[in-house]
């Protein structure tokens, strides 16, 4: 593949300091640098890499919230010839070793110090917590230096051991067609599985997204959406490089600062789940701020109010609104809906597919469906994804013989070509902009001593569009306490994941093949009213504490 302004992402940081050499190009508190200056850090990040060993194809794990160094160190990867494989900041310890393990990482940088925890240490949490063997090397971005760690100021110090001429040879080989990410994403058989993505259809398709949102040189651009994220990642830090737009990194959901840093930095770009705007527009304090600089909001993941459209142009002042849809396999990006569409538009679907891909409404034999009838939601094009990583067998479960991509969602098509998603045909639901999905929940739920059997579903929330409840079996002989089962999953699994509500019932609904009927469980959960699961930390993916369900002869009651 060769088309499009920019063949590999190496490209894409040279052309930007060739064209916005004394722009701002990345600001957190008292770093700011040019992008001039980026592009030199990365330069010596990228020789620092070559030093350590990093050949082209190695894969590097990221696992650290929205710093300055995530893209520098990104960056510096792909101009390696390297492959980056980000880490979920919400992932416990087992859950980070089957990413390293899976990917076959041989670097990881990381920090000690994130809110209070060590990443480091969380590897070796568990009886069984051996790190995996290829990991040779774990750089620390913040935080103190343990055992076994390196810190990134002492790595970047080894990049005067490789010659430009050296990194130079290296930039040269490296082709539109290497894989840059694997990025992981959990399956519905439980296991996540690595999302193969490379260098020239990721740069094409994020150039189209640029143009459809309208992202210009000189906007600021507050960077809340996780860089582990597919968006935080290619229509964050690509984005930025393509359209000479300010990357400003925001690590924590927290709407006051959030609000500040809109103020201070004059951000102009403001993307986010519905969630962050609900969550601006009800704060008390919101006339106070100064937000007239706002212009592009780019939005979805959830449904979506036509009056929320409203509100964030009236009352947050922002001229542009843009939804859309895509998945990891797809490069994170599928249809967009168009800068001048109507509010309706806008808020009832997520538009119709981006310049040079198909998406069609199909039903299970693959047959296209008419307008308006639903069926499954399929994408064929150069953003689909190369396949699972070492996963031959998945891949071809989703990816069919013309290559169409077979996503699991389920929606209509209108005359225009604008899709509304209407169902999840794999079960999987969305915590705050985050996918989460029953069966790997369920795998974890089910190692709790006292649990026989549980299934999990996705029940509606008011800010984070939707979050988990599980029904819980007992083991025989044993009973589950809901609070304590929720508190033991915190440790286990990442927040957004956890359910927010447990019911212990005394049987699983089955159907004659012997599978859960999970629509029994989802109007078991609507009669119970758990539609509005209660307070919690209203952040894209990070759930707060969760409400316990008891149940009285398997049907669940009111919140106890």
């Known amino acids: 593949m060769t088309d499009g302004p920019w063949r590999t992402i190496p490209e894409l940081v040279a ?31 990228a020789r620092a890499m070559m030093a350590a060993g990093v050949e082209r194809g190695d894969r590097v794990a990221i696992w650290a919230p929205n710093w300055w160094e995530w893209p520098v160190v990104a960056l510096g990867v792909h101009t390696a010839g390297g492959v980056v494989v980000p880490v979920n900041t919400r992932f416990k310890g087992e859950e980070a070793r089957y990413v390293l393990a899976k990917s076959r990482a041989r670097m990881l940088c990381t920090t000690t110090d994130f809110l209070g925890v060590d990443y480091v240490a969380l590897l070796h949490e568990g009886a069984d917590a051996a790190v995996p063997a290829g990991l040779r090397d774990v750089v620390v971005l913040r935080g103190p230096v343990t055992e076994g760690t390196i810190a990134l100021d002492e790595l970047v110090l080894r990049a005067d051991e490789v010659a430009p001429d050296a990194l130079a040879a290296r930039v040269a080989s490296i082709t539109a067609d290497d894989l840059c990410h694997i990025m992981f994403t959990s399956g519905t058989t439980g296991a996540p599985k690595g999302a193969m993505l490379a260098h020239g259809p990721v740069c094409k398709a994020y150039d189209a997204w640029c143009e459809v949102v309208g992202l210009r ?13 597919s968006f935080g990642l290619n229509a964050g830090i690509l984005a930025c490089l393509m359209r000479g737009a300010t990357n400003v990194p925001h690590p924590v959901f927290d709407v006051p600062a959030l609000m500040r840093r809109v103020v201070e930095e004059r951000i102009t770009m403001f993307p986010g789940p519905p969630a962050a705007y609900q969550t601006m527009l009800n704060d008390p304090d919101l006339p106070t701020y100064d937000l007239s600089t706002l212009r592009l909001a780019v939005t979805g993941a959830a449904a979506i109010p036509v009056d929320l459209v409203h509100r964030m142009r009236a009352e947050l002042g922002f001229e542009t609104i843009v939804t859309g849809y895509g998945l990891t396999e797809t490069s994170g990006i599928a249809t967009m809906c168009r800068h001048d569409d109507d509010a309706e538009t806008i808020a009832t679907t997520s538009g119709r597919a981006i310049p040079g891909i198909e998406v069609r409404v199909v039903d299970d034999d693959g ?6 009838r639903p069926g499954e939601i399929v994408i064929r094009g150069y953003n689909v994804m190369r396949g699972y990583y070492d996963d031959a067998v998945e891949t071809a479960v989703v990816i069919d013989d013309e290559g169409w991509l077979h996503s699991g969602d389920i929606g209509t098509m209108d005359e225009r070509g604008n899709v509304v998603i209407t169902d999840r045909k794999k079960d999987m639901f969305i915590v705050g902009g985050f996918n989460a999905y029953p069966a790997e929940i369920e795998g974890f739920l089910s190692a709790h001593p006292d649990v026989a059997q549980v299934a999990v579903i996705g029940i509606p929330d008011e800010r984070l569009g939707e979050v988990g409840m599980a029904f819980v079996v007992p083991r025989h002989g044993a009973t589950v306490d809901p609070d304590e089962l929720i508190a033991w999953a915190r440790h286990r699994m990442a927040n957004y994941k956890v359910p ?11 159907n004659a093949a012997g599978k859960v009927v999970k629509d029994v469980l989802r109007a078991r959960a609507a009669d119970a009213g758990s539609g509005d699961p209660g307070s919690g930390d209203p952040g894209p993916g990070d759930p707060g504490p969760g409400e316990a369900v008891r149940a009285v002869r398997g049907r669940p009651t009111a919140p106890a």
């Open 367 to 372: 047959r296209e469906l008419p307008r308006g």
């Open 500 to 510: 927010r509500r447990v019911a212990v019932v005394d049987e699983l609904p089955l």
């Open 15 to 45: 052309d930007s300091a060739r064209r916005y050499a004394d722009m701002e190009a990345l600001v957190e508190g008292p770093v700011r640098k040019t992008f001039a200056e980026l592009a030199a850090d990365v330069d010596r990040v």
């Open 217 to 229: 040189p000189g906007d600021r651009y507050l960077i809340v959406n996780p860089y582990f994220h």
